[in-house]
């Protein structure tokens, strides 16, 4: 088969053909890929800014595909059917916090950048009837994060206000979409107006631009302040986000790319009694939780870029240039 494999770090992706997963113990499953989706953990992966790398790897987290062989008869309805994969695996028995032993489709384990790949069946969801091939390949890694972050750790219901900070990154629009569609009043923070744009065309009500200085006050002098904010960034600019919290609110933070968080003044949270919370991928319950919401919702995912398997290094590129507002997909066929 053909597949995008990783040899070594910060090297290129190459395409090379592969030896086709074929020996299927009990309750396996070979998906033949249509669509795959890009995530930011390839390109940290690419990059050695990971733990525990292991090389070679095919990479890839998100796909949709069809089952083409099975062995678990419980699950043989499976068989010719189109499926998402859930890519979160052996997450454990406690919802409240992954095992030791949980990890991530597309390294160690080969994953989704290939024309076939070989899963547990029982992380594989049938694909929504309201999605494409293409949309539904962009749910799962995003999805399930940016659910979980919202409404398990987030305990988020409607009528809160929302506040999204870094829009266009794929857990960040998960996270907008999601909540827009759960009624909730959503405003965003970027580094370009365009995307805040964006952001508002899909529904939410307003944004920021984060590299405006006293940006905070713009949302202060609208009277704007937040029951959640969902987090990616960190750094320098996450004490202004205390100010932006309603009595009791819920920052969740996934992420920290902009590094260490400083400042914070105890007081302020203390005071507005403020909960700050991580949040990292999802659980089992969490995947079918939104799956089920997605279903019900009839939400569909923002897809900006669509490249060929052989231009997977270009569609790396571009996801590692930050500037996508929406997913970038690889189609697996020619």
Known sequence: M????LNDINKDVEIQTCINPDILNSGEAIVKLLYAALNHRDVWIQKGKYASIKLPVILGSDGCGEVVEINDISCSHFLSKKVIINPGMNWGPNATFQSKEFSILGMPTDGTFAEFVKVQTKYLYEKPEHLTDLEAAAIPLAGVTAYRALFTQGNCSNGQRILVTGIGGGVALWAMQLAIANGNDVWVTSGDDEKIEQAIALGAKGGVNYNNEKWWEELQKQNLFFDIIIESACGKNFEKLIDLCNPAAKIVLYGGTLGDIEKLIPAKIFWKQISIIGSTMG????????????????????????????????????????????????????
Request: hydrophobic share 45%; proline share 2%; net charge positive.
């Open 2 to 5: 053909k597949a995008v494999v």
């Open 283 to 334: 659980s089992d319950i969490d995947f079918k939780n939104m799956m089920q919401f997605i279903n019900d919702k009839k939400v569909k995912p923002f897809i900006k870029h669509v490249y060929n398997l052989n231009d997977a290094q270009k569609a790396m590129d571009l996801m590692n240039n930050g500037n996508q507002f929406g997913k970038i997909i690889l189609k697996i066929e020619e």
